[in-house]
């Protein structure tokens, strides 16, 4: 069984920063990832990390403003999020797959195991 547990959701002013973490518990799969859903939209891939590789992809939006990074001896996958901008306001949860190739890493239904989520909220 696999337990994953976000923080560092909150509110802040277009602009500026926050970073999000996810703490893994249990047997993790190959792939971490973060999704977010905005209210009356559907979920979205945002990005992902391999936990052996450290390779990474980002949905085009937050390309150049999000980055993902993995601590392996934490069990912690981070993302760091700067530029905010209020469409990026939504519940942002992590995932984890087994799966590993870009193919299946930036859609939902390949991911075994959810957080609970966090709210960031993006202030205009």
């Known amino acids: 069984q696999v337990q994953l547990v976000e923080s560092g959701g909150g509110l802040v002013q277009a602009g500026g920063s926050l970073r999000l973490s996810c703490a893994a518990s249990g047997r993790t799969l190959y792939t971490m990832g973060w999704f977010r859903q905005a209210p009356g939209k559907e979920r979205e891939f945002v990005a992902a990390?391999?936990?052996?590789?450290?390779?990474?992809e980002y949905t085009d939006p937050v390309k150049g403003r999000f980055i993902i990074s993995r601590d392996n001896t934490k069990n912690t996958v981070v993302l760091q999020m700067n530029s905010l901008k209020p469409e990026d306001t939504a519940v942002y949860h992590c995932?984890?797959?087994?799966?590993?190739?870009?193919?299946?890493?930036?859609?939902?239904?390949?991911?075994?195991?959810w957080g609970q989520g966090t709210q960031v909220t993006v202030s205009s």
């Open positions: 990390i391999t936990w052996m590789t450290g390779f990474t």
């Open positions: 995932a984890t797959s087994p799966r590993s190739s870009s193919g299946y890493i930036t859609k939902a239904e390949y991911y075994n195991y």
